[in-house]
Structures are given as C-alpha cells and as structure tokens.
C-alpha cells in the first residue's frame, strides 16, 4: 500500500515538507505537478513532518500537488542491457530507449568490509606516458583530476575512456554542459567504445540536485558488475559540482556550515563515494577517476583539499599538462616493479632532470649566465615537455621508456645521469 | 537497573530522537528498529523525556515510531585474553568473522563477540583463596602469544572482596567461571576470565601516574635523535595530504620499541588498513622473532563506515590499551587520523544545533582531546610494577594550515610535535618531518647539548639558503657556503631515512648513538676550508655518498666497518 498526501507545507529552496506517518528514511517519493512528474527523496523526518529533497526542483510544485511515497529507496535497474545506454541524474533514458525495470538494485548500499579487500596489484595502461611511465593508474585506485576550468579535463577522461584496459566503463556528469555531454558522447561512439560505457549524465541546466544521485547511481551499478568479475572504470565530472548540490541543500536545511559554507559532512559523503573504489577478493574491481575543478585554482579550496585526504594521490592538469610534480599516484609502487625493469629509474631518473631543469629555466628567466650544462637541461626540458609530457602523446609505456632513453641520449653523456650502470649498458641507445 | 523502552520521534541523518518514560543513562547504548534489523546507538543527549541518539549504522529506511530498547549499559567493550591480532571495527566486532559470515559487505545491525568465547586457555592461578582483592589485582595469568596475560579482578567493582575460591590451574575457555570473590556484605560474585569495561572511561585501577622518562624508541633518527617520545608520553604528527602521516606511523608501528602496538585507523582510507592487514602477518619482528601481528590489533573505522562508530574507534582503542597496560606492558596507541574523529564530533554537534565554536566544531573539541591524550602516561601498577600507554595521533588539517583548531587543540596537550611538511614531501625528502619547526619536551639518548648545537646549525644553514636565494651563490661568504653545506649534509644523511631499505628503515638507539656522534665530531663540528665554492660542494657531495651508502650497511658487520673507513679516509684526505 503506498502512502498518498495531498498537501504540502512548506517548500524551501528545493525541500518539500509534508504530513505523513509511518515514512521511512531515505525513502522515495513521487510529486505530480501540472507540469509532469518527479521524485523526490526523504532526508530527514520530525514527528509527522517529513523534509523532501525535490531532485527536479521545487518551482512550479503547488501546496496542493499529490505526492506518493513509493515504499523503497532510491534504486537502479541493473542488467547487461545497461551498456551502451544513457540515462538521466534520475536514472531515467534520455535516449529514447525503454526503461531498465527488472532486477532493481538499492543505490548507496553498505561499506565493503576492509577484511575482504585485497592489495591492488594490476596496471591500468591508459597510453598517456605522463600517467602509464610517471604515476601509474592502478586497478581499484581512486584518483580524482585536479584542474582549474578551462583546462581540458573531459577530454583527458574521454580519452581515457577509449584507450584503457578494462572491461566497462561508466561515465557519470554532474553539472555537465552540453556540450560536453555531446562530445562525450561523440568522440565514444567514433572510437567504438560506446557499447561498453554506461552513462549517467546530468548536465549544468537540469536541477542541481538531481546531480546529487549520479554518484551513487554509476558506483551501485559498477558494483554490481565487479561483483560479477567485471573490472569496472568510474569516471565522474565533475565532483566539485557535487558538493556545491550538498551544500545548497544543507544550507536549506539550515545545517550549521563548517568552512566556506560547506557542511561539515562532505568529508565523510565525499568518502563514502570514493571509498567504493574496490579490488573483490575473488571477483572484479572498481576504479574512480573524479574530476575535481579547483574554485580560483586553489588547492586548498575544501573540495579539494578533503577529496586529496580521501584519495590516493592525484592527478594535476595545469596548462593543458599533467603535471609531474603535484600529481601523485600512490598506488604506482604496487606495479611498476613488474612492467620492465628500467621503468622506476626512467620514472625517478628523469623527473630529477626535470626538476633541475625548471631550476634553470628560473635562472635563466632571471638572467643568470647559462653553463653548459645548463644548456643540456634547457635542451632536454624542451625535448621531455614535447614528447612525454604533451597530452596528445598517444604510445604504449614501452614505447614511452624506449622514447625517454633517447631523450637522454641526445641531451647527456651516460655519466651525467644517476643511473645504475647495468640499466646503461642495456638500454642506452647505442651511438651510430 | 532497568530497562527501558522508547518510540523515535526524529530522524536526522544518523542522529534520531527518542520519547521515552522512566530513567535512563547518558552514553546508554540502546537498539532501534528497523524493519527486521536492529541498529545500535548510543545516548548523546537528553533534554526532559527525549533522548537524542547517534546511530552507529546507516539510517536508511529508519522510521517515525519505531521502537527503541535501552541497554541499561554504556558502550562498552570486552576485555580478556585473544584480544591480541585481532583486527575489529569502532564497536570492537571481528572483521575477519564478519567476512566470513557476510561475504563482501559489512551487514547493518549485526553484533558479534569480539571474543572467542570457546577458546580454552591455560589458567595460572596467582591469588590464593581467602586473599583481599580489588579492582585491578591479578588472580591469575594466562599465556597469550608472547605475552603473560593477566586475569585481573575487573575494574568496575567497588571496594574490597575476599577470594573464596579460584580454579587450579587448567584449561578453560573464557565462560568458565575461574574465580569466586565476596563483598562486605557477603555476596558472592563469580568471575570468569572476560569483563566488559566502558570506552569512555580511562581506567584507574593503578596506584599512581607517573612521569615519563624512558625514551620510546622508533629507530626513526629524526625523532628519536631530535624529537623523542617517551614512554607513557604522547606526540602529534600533523601534515598535509601527500606528506607521507600514514607512511610515517606505518614505519612507528612496525619499529617501536613497545610490547603492544594498536593502530586505531579512523575513518582513513581502507587501501592503507589494508596494507597493514595484508603485510604484519608476514613481517617478523626481530625482537620476538614472530610476526608483527602477535603484538598487534588493528581498531579499523574506514571513511565510508558509518561516522558515528568512527567517534568510538579511538576511544575503543584506548581502553584496549590502557587494559593491556594494567599487566606491565608498554603500549602504543597510534590513531590515524585524530582530525577525523573531530569532524565525527562535529557532525553529531551540528545535527543536536549546539551553538558552533571555530570552523563549526564544538566547543567541547579541546576538553575532548586534552581527555583523550591525557589517559596516556605510565602508571605504577598495585603490584609494583609499571606500564606505560604512549599515544600518537595524526591529524589532517584543513588545506595544510596547522592554525586550524584540531591542531591548535592538540599541541596544547601533546609532549612532541612533528610537523611534516609539504616541502620536504615534495622534494621527496622523508621523512617529511619539518626540523625546523617540531619541538619534544621529552628527553633523547642523544646527548641533548650536541642534539641543540647540531640544530643551530640547521637554523643557521636554513638562514644562509634563504640568503642565497637573493644574492647567488658569488655574494656569500665561502664560511657561510660551508655552513649551508653542513646543515644540508644533516638532512641528507641523518635526518632522512629510507623506509623502504630493509637496514635504514631502522636504525636503533646504539648505532644513532655512535653515528651521530661521529657525524658531530669528525663533520660538523671540524673546520674545513676550500679555495673555491665547487671544491666544498664536491667534498661534500662525495661525502654525503659515502655516508648514505655506509646507513645501508648493517651495524658491525664488516661492509659497514669497510664504508667507515672509507669516510675516514675522505675525511683525513681533506685534512692533508
């Protein structure tokens, strides 16, 4: 039997309050308003008032509307017929195809137990040298994209949609434009990989807290096929997006803010997404890129800062380049001990040189005299910024290592550089 | 006292609110209903007949009018022998059983004995029958692992009890009864091997508190050489994201020198428990020469359990330390990380609308964390002996800032701070702990005279690179370079230490001794001079090699004798 009330109220910012009895927390219920339906879900309950969050807003609701509460949480259908759709912040296709109703799944389910993980030990090769050689993605890692906007974040991700090893992928926009929802969509079904993605696309004009679910919504059903042995890539954009839809609605609640007006929960709701990333003991693995923009390029900004606390390391974008020193994969050590033996010294080896090198760019933009061997560095940051670290660079982490040796031949003598000297001997491209 | 019964009448996040008739305690654990489950909460707040309750599960499908059963009991944990290797979420349920009972996902509302309650266990009996005993004295002892455990008469009870009967040695599982003490009043109590003790109570049964004095031992230079712990002390280890906090207590757990380590994981990320998991088991600890695990338990609260239970992980922690140190063992209590557990604070503060202190947290967060660092210390036990509970916590602050509030509240209370910094983390120096900017008030092996002097010349070394970053390299004076070079020299040799190395990730308390007094003497504190810049740099490049290379070297043997005199042979050759 489902609950029906007919009258609603109070309507605030986007949270009904009704008079009802025996609702449940965090159930779901559906408003019919003159201009359609939409649901809404429960967030909190006094006595026999019952606070609503309105995923499509609150405008155009009458005090008079119909809402019935539909007995259960907010769920997904999940099936293999999945793959290749796309669907709405409310789990609902937006192209033209039937709705999944079989095999419902509750979204937001428990934690996996700690007991039950295992410790990733499998390479994502994505064939972006500045991730594959420098900070290797790993399997179950979570690793959100810092990156002021306009840097290109979402053609990073569509990327590596298309070129990385894994089984499926599920793509989830929260407050996307678009735009970008188009291109997405376009530059997957150029490359093929459409029939492996599911979407989940909320875009900048529907209303913000419909984003709220997407999350929870890709992660329920990622889960569901890592279950099933599938090695599932999330990649979400952009989280930022997110926690502004959890502050707008703590707000309204009148929830006492904590730092710059955000509750004092987002740590703990940013970690019960991230957290999801996963490698089953004996079954598949979920793996969480996040697109996080950084409000003023400020990584300090809390957004950031509490998802840096959650996540394990990061990816920098600064001008239109991962950037090598902020970005941190801290999973990359599980891994690339067994790639090939030169990568660690590569990866360690050549940063250093970089690193000495942005010290002479300094210099030298000051109009300190340049040595010869700031020369060689000047050279050779030019040569590693070209060929390793431009996003278009588009070759396997072999290839890359074959690539960054030769770097090193044209720039240095063997000897200049730290490495070990068998490493030298086989990999130092022979002179002709 | 009774039980009682109560209707929900709220539901806020993981906070509801409970109309209920007749008494009832503050921090009472009562159930809630919801549908076939049955979630676990516990009392915060009472104001006339409504209770407001934090829920230690999620809320989802929780209604308006369900029942609530009180306990009659404060949250609680179990305290007897098999505690030890056990890894337990924040209400000490075993994580492993769950895993094997539920498969992938933790169950909602579901408790299991954090003891094995059938395991049988060889008593020792102490006390003899017609003895006077009290909370705190031992009856008997029982052998867990490699350690003595001690049967104590628990610590909840009051006054003074004669021993009536108590089991002959024998095995016993932890439902037997192994003792039989009466009251004043001539009541008869039966005790078995297992009581139940309240998180949020330190435990007093000791005969006094005492200061600490013996250095905690890490084998980390850094802090045992500059910025000590003591035992029974209690120490800080704030830093930004990235600048290696998890790594660094890692490397604590696995190389202090304690009898006990527990790692209260607090609401930090799985990956890392994980790891711990996953790697003590294998590792073997040289002291004992059995794995890590033995000494161990694991208090695990990941972020993405519930935010309620992360509240009680650290104070569930602490009191299977303080219980273990009522036997005379040393313990260290690591909680990673404290700021989470303040946040946790926050969220139920927020949702009871108590007025906000500084960036939304409650005004209570510094009473709250002094109480918690204060139950470390050494205590002199009723027989005589001593133990000691050493408490280390990190703490994340917000955007790197140490002027936040959890921070500010901690190194009010704490004996040591070691500050990481991003810098250094980013220049890959580790570990990341700022020498400029850490304090201890304890006290070190290390000579503490030498320890300053060295210090002043990492200060002054600092000042000269500052300089030089304005006036180049050409506008210093070659005194000043040599000085720079010195306290350069420090950092790279002494202060970082590779974790990863099996010889340098611990370097014990003999070979610090001997290192950095050879370091002192024969380097810092001998005058060199060199004609040009490059020379000095040179010298002290290969220097530093050839002092990095001796840190790999295992201690006595005769690859580190060989590295020495290579040093000393650098050394003299400068000196000609």
Known sequence: MKKVCTKIVNIVGNVLTVQAEGVAYEELAEVSTSMGRSLAQVIRLDKDRVYLQAFQGSRGISTGDEVKFLGHPMQVGFSSNLLGRIFNGSGEPIDGGPAITENLIEIGGPSPNPATRVIPSQMIRTNIPMIDVFNTLVESQKLPIFSSSGEPYNELLARIALQAEVDMIILGGIGLKYDQYIYFKETLEEGGALSRTIFFMHTASDPIVEGLMVPDMCLAVAENFALQGKRVLVLLSDMTNFADALKEIAITMEQVPSNRGYPGDLYSQLAARYEKAVDFDGAGSITILAVTTMPGDDVTHPVPDNTGYITEGQFYLKGGRIEPFGSLSRLKQQVNKDTREDHRAIMDGMLQLYAQYNETEEKRAMGFRMSQWDQKLLKYGQLFEKTMMDLKVNISLEKALDEGWQILAQCFEPEQTSFRSELINKFWPKAK | ?576
């Open chain 2, 1 to 576: 006292m009774n039980k009682n019964n109560g209707k929900i009448v709220s539901v806020n996040g993981n906070m509801i609110s409970v109309e209920f008739e007749g008494d009832i305690l503050q921090n009472e654990v009562a159930f809630a209903v919801c549908g076939d489950k049955k979630l676990k909460a516990e009392v915060i707040k009472i104001e006339g007949n409504i209770a407001f309750l934090q829920v230690f599960e999620y809320t989802k499908g929780i209604k308006v009018g369900a029942e609530v059963a009180f306990s009659g009991n404060m949250l609680s944990v179990q305290l007897g022998p098999g505690l030890l290797g056990q890894v337990y979420d924040g209400l000490q349920n075993p994580l492993p059983e769950l895993a094997k009972e539920f498969g992938y996902f933790l169950p909602v509302g579901i408790e299991r004995s954090a003891i094995d309650m059938k395991k049988k266990w060889t008593f020792n009996p102490i006390a003899k029958k017609g003895e006077k005993v009290k909370a705190g004295n031992v009856l008997g002892y029982v052998k867990e692992g490699l350690f003595k455990h001690n049967i104590m008469v628990p610590f909840y009870l009051q006054g003074e009890y004669e021993i009536q009967d108590i089991a002959s040695p024998n095995d016993y599982n932890c439902e037997d009864i192994i003792a039989k003490i009466k009251d004043e009043k001539g009541k008869t109590i039966d005790l078995t091997m297992v009581f139940e003790w309240p998180v949020k109570m330190p435990i007093k049964a000791y005969d006094e508190k005492l200061s600490p004095k013996e250095t905690m031992v890490t084998k980390q230079r850094l802090i045992d050489s500059f910025f000590p712990v003591s035992k029974g002390g209690t120490f800080c280890i704030p830093g930004p994201f990235g600048a290696g906090k998890t790594v660094l207590q890692q490397l604590i757990s696995r190389h202090a020198q304690v009898d006990i380590v527990i790692i209260a994981a607090c609401g930090e990320r799985a990956g890392e428990v994980v790891e711990t998991l996953k790697e003590f088991p294998e590792l073997i600890d040289p002291k004992t020469g059995k794995s890590l695990m033995e000494r161990t338990i694991i208090i695990c609260n990941t972020s993405s359990m519930p935010v309620a239970a992360r509240e009680s992980s650290v104070y569930t922690g602490c009191t299977l330390a303080e219980y273990y140190r009522q036997m005379g063992l040393d313990v260290l209590l690591l909680a990673d990380s404290t700021s989470r557990w303040a946040q946790a604070m926050r969220e139920i503060s927020g949702r009871l609308e108590e007025i906000p202190g500084e960036e939304a947290f409650p005004a209570y967060l510094e009473s709250r964390i002094a109480q918690f660092y204060e139950r470390a210390g050494v205590v002199k036990l009723l027989n005589g002996e001593k133990g000691s509970l050493t408490i280390g916590g990190t703490v994340s602050p917000a955007g790197g800032n140490f002027e936040e509030p959890v921070t500010q509240a901690t190194l009010k209370v704490v004996g040591a701070f070691l500050g990481l910094s991003r810098d250094r983390a980013n220049a890959r120096k580790f570990p990341s702990i700022d020498p400029l900017e850490s304090w201890s008030r304890y006290k070190s092996f290390i000579n503490e005279e030498i320890a300053e002097d060295a210090k002043n010349i990492m200060v002054k070394g600092d000042g000269v690179d500052q300089m030089m970053k304005v006036v180049g390299e050409e506008g210093t004076s070659m005194d000043d370079f040599i000085v720079y070079l010195k306290a350069e020299f420090i950092d790279s040799v002494y202060l970082q230490q590779n974790g990863f190395d099996s010889v340098d990730a611990a370097s014990s308390s003999q070979r610090q001794e001997y290192v950095f007094a050879k370091l002192y003497k024969d380097i810092l504190k001998k005058e060199f001079s060199f004609k040009e810049k490059e020379d000095a740099r040179t010298f002290f490049y290969s220097l530093r090699q050839a002092f990095i290379n001796w840190n790999y070297k295992e201690m006595g043997s005769d690859l580190f004798k060989t590295q020495e005199k290579k040093i000393d042979d650098l050394l003299q050759e400068k000196g000609k």
